[in-house]
């Protein structure tokens, strides 16, 4: 992997942690297995829809080590759990809605003891009607996922429109359309959920689990069993990954279940990678038709479009997908008029949940298509298309939301336009190997950073100086792999003006820690690293208040912070911070303050239908280029080259910011070639990783990585979220070049080598 160009004013800096990772000494919640503890496990109802019968357990709880093999009769409270819409059980009791549904919880003294009680139960059950496609589940003759919801399968609708699209399409020169799908896709973070729990001898629910959302995790779990939210409490070490996938509950309640009915011994419960595919969440399966307007010259006029989501059973973050999908139909570009719509819709498919690019995926892959089609019909080259329209800073984007600066379309385009796969991509296609063919294609992204309009998208933080003169980061928000903890301690270290080396941090736990939102949404280091910022501050203040105690100075302010010590230039006099350290009190020694991240002052007249998370007042942006190589025999499609440039503010740490991108395009060029998640009929086809492909280091080119300067004055030194508008451009770019290569359509993703060689036989896809 490397790194192309960067503009950045940061230091290329080591994450304190790898050497921890690397050699095994960090820890996990999967690490964390008390001598002694119980294990559960979770029968899965294998039937898309099916209204139950029984469940027939007698068999299980005679099974030597099993304590005991709970039903839906035996879980207090609402049963329900959500993020927002509560309508997903705990363990289902009279329909199962997907095949990864929960029908019985078993707690056993051992593995093997539970694996037995597992296979021994038995669902009876009464096959429904399923339905398996979103916009069919919308006819009025179509079952019905939840008979009781009064819009039928329709989750929500949602319509943000600007200017007037109707007649502003009329009056275009040029209009192309198309129709384009994007599939669910796994995760495959490299740990499944997991977590532990116990019941203290106090009555606190006690919690060591994988989730990107902690203090969210409390109230989840008690409102699903009927528990006071503040007697749970939630640690999260780091997580071997999660990707959206730990943003809402996995094995939380069916945990927390099995602790209320183990008598206060740890619970452990491991989920398989099969049990993953069935039962996680999975990114929204997409289909849009896009309508695209322009002047003879390529300024673009009017964008229509239509997209349904497919929500799965449960409607989990569904909504505020298609909210983010709807914002980011038009991409990074200016349109005057436009016209969205959108339906999320229940069926009997896995449910549908968080993933790296939350809505935006699906709609950027739609827009950067039919911008192809347009550059098609122009006859223009596909990259100047875009810098003509790419949107600079103060002008609106699709949803009417003015871009504030820094806005970086423009520079990301031209600075994947300069590199030379791009500039030279003429003399490369000529020197394609017998029998193979080449291409190159180009899109452009942008992606939200935050919650949005709707709800508090903030972080409080707290700092402690120790009676040792260090200091101590009590983070409020889970690192799944991003890197935002060694990245709070860059932060403090450069705003205390200290040695990195003299700050722990203390992982999120909801009893030591302040409370804050998710780690999620591009928004963990801008949030949590602000409200940080501002308790550095306040430190600052009070050291230099109590060292001039010391040095009975009157003017405190010409006193200033050095590496382990506070210093007074004008007299050469200093107190180390050990001293100051060992002379306050506790409370005196910590210093707490938060941060609300800003939102839209003016929002459109749009969108009412979106209570949560829309619009969006801080985008990030990327371009990105790809260049395969077909092999006319086989159809096989090499990526030989992937570069993206990204503006997320300034950077602060270019090795971070490139190992983002580097794992977000990874992510992408799977998305376009390999990861074919399939179903039928509601059952899983692809679930294991022997079915289910994903890139290895040895399916990638080098995946080159620029940054063009930007500072956001807002963020915490400049810096914006930045961890998936990475993912976006690959799809897009890959599905262009393999235009540019064989003149293969490309409507919807992974390509397959069938797909290449019928495109080489001359049919049309």
């Known amino acids: 992997m490397s790194a192309f160009s960067s503009n950045s004013s940061g230091q290329r800096f080591h994450h304190r942690d790898t050497l921890s990772k690397a050699v095994g000494a960090e820890r996990y919640s999967t690490d964390f297995t008390p001598p002694g503890c119980l294990w559960a496990g979770v029968k899965r109802a294998g039937v898309p829809h099916a209204r139950i019968i029984a469940v027939h357990s007698e068999e299980a709880r005679a099974v030597q080590g099993v ?77 019905l996922v939840h008979p009781d919801w009064e819009t039928g399968n329709l989750l929500a609708r949602g319509l943000v429109d600007k200017g007037d699209a109707q007649q502003a399409m009329q009056a275009c020169e040029v209009v192309v359309e198309g129709e384009f799908e994007t599939p669910m896709q796994e995760h495959v973070s490299l740990e499944p959920p997991n977590g532990a729990a116990r019941m203290t001898a106090k009555g606190v629910l006690e919690m060591i689990v994988s989730t990107q959302a902690p203090f969210r995790d409390r109230f989840e779990i008690a409102h699903a069993l009927g ?55 999975k990114r929204h399966a997409a289909r849009m038709r896009i309508r695209l307007g322009a002047t003879r010259d390529g300024v673009l006029q009017a964008l229509e479009s239509t997209m349904y989501f497919d929500s799965g059973p449960y409607a989990h973050l569904g909504v505020e997908i298609m909210a983010l999908g709807l914002e980011h139909s038009g991409g990074a570009y200016r349109i005057p008029h436009t016209r969205m719509e959108g339906f999320c819709v229940y069926t009997n498919n896995p449910v549908g949940g968080a993933f790296r690019g939350f809505g935006v995926v699906q709609a950027i892959f739609a827009i950067e ?29 699709c949803a009417g939301v003015a871009m ?61 100086l120790t009676r040792e003169g260090n200091f101590k980061i009590f983070n ?56 940080l910022l501002r308790a550095c501050e306040a430190m600052r203040e009070k050291l230099i208040a109590r060292a001039a105690l ?78 395969v190589e077909v092999d006319e025999l086989t159809g096989q499609v090499e990526l030989k080259e992937c570069v993206t440039a990204v503006e997320c503010g300034r950077v602060l740490n270019p090795r971070g910011v490139e190992q983002q991108v580097q794992g977000a395009a990874a992510q992408g060029a799977g998305l376009a070639l390999m990861e074919k998640f399939s179903t039928q009929g509601g059952r899983i086809l692809s679930g294991d990783l022997s079915t289910y492909l994903i890139p290895t280091a040895l399916d990638l080119p080098d995946l080159e990585c620029a940054t063009v300067d930007g500072d956001e004055p807002s963020g915490p030194l400049g810096l914006k979220g ?8 690959p799809a897009p770019a890959v599905a262009q070049a393999l235009g540019d290569a064989v003149g293969l359509t490309v409507r919807s993703v992974p390509v397959e080598p069938e797909d290449v060689l019928r495109a080489l036989r001359g049919e049309k896809s």
């Open 67 to 143: 304590t005991s093999v709970l039903t839906r009769a035996d879980v207090p409270g609402t049963n329900r759990q959500g993020i927002v819409h509560k309508d997903q059980p705990v363990l289902a009791g009279s329909v199962v809605r997907h095949a990864g549904d929960p029908v019985a919880l078993v707690v056993a003294e051992s593995r093997e003891a539970l694996a037995e009680a597992l296979a021994c139960i038995r669902l009876e059950c009464e096959p429904l009607p399923g339905i398996f496609d979103p916009e069919l589940a919308l006819k009025p003759d179509a079952p």
């Open 722 to 729: 930045m961890g998936e508008v990475g993912i976006h451009g």
């Open 404 to 464: 504030q600066s820094p806005s970086g379309a423009c520079e990301c385009l031209e600075t994947v336009m300069a590199h030379p796969a791009w500039a030279d991509r003429m003399a490369w296609k000529a020197k394609a190997p017998p029998f193979k063919r080449r291409g190159v294609g180009i899109a452009a992204s942008c992606n939200a950073m935050g919650y949005g309009r709707g709800l508090p998208d903030a972080a409080a933080a707290k700092l402690e």
């Open 550 to 627: 010391f040095l009975l100075v009157d003017e405190p302010n010409r006193l200033c912070l050095k590496p382990g010590e506070v210093a007074d230039e004008a007299t050469g006099r200093s107190v180390p911070l050990s001293m100051l350290g060992a002379m306050l009190q506790r409370d005196d020694r910590i210093c707490v303050d938060q941060f609300v991240m800003p939102v839209v002052e003016n929002p459109p007249d749009t969108g009412k239908e979106f209570k949560l998370g829309f619009p969006h007042v801080f985008f990030s942006h990327g371009a990105c280029l790809c260049a």
């Open 369 to 397: 298509r039919i911008m192809d089609v347009l550059a098609a019909r122009l006859h223009m080259d596909p990259g100047e298309l875009r810098l003509k329209n790419a949107l600079r800073p103060g002008e609106q984007n």
């Open 476 to 531: 409020s928000v889970a690192d799944m792999g991003q890197g935002n903890a060694p990245a709070f301690v860059q932060l403090a270290a450069t705003a205390l003006k200290q040695e990195a080396s003299r700050f722990e941090l203390v992982q999120p736990d909801t009893r030591l820690c302040l409370p804050a939102g998710s780690s999620s949404a591009s928004r963990t280091t801008y949030t949590f690293g602000n409200a």
């Open 227 to 281: 528990l006071n939210p503040m007697s749970i409490r939630i640690r999260a070490p780091y997580l071997g990954g999660a990707f959206g996938g730990k943003d809402g509950a996995t094995v939380q309640c069916l945990l927390a279940l099995a602790a209320l009915k183990s008598g206060g011994r740890w619970v452990r419960m491991d989920w398989g990678r099969e049990e993953t595919f069935l039962a996680g969440y």
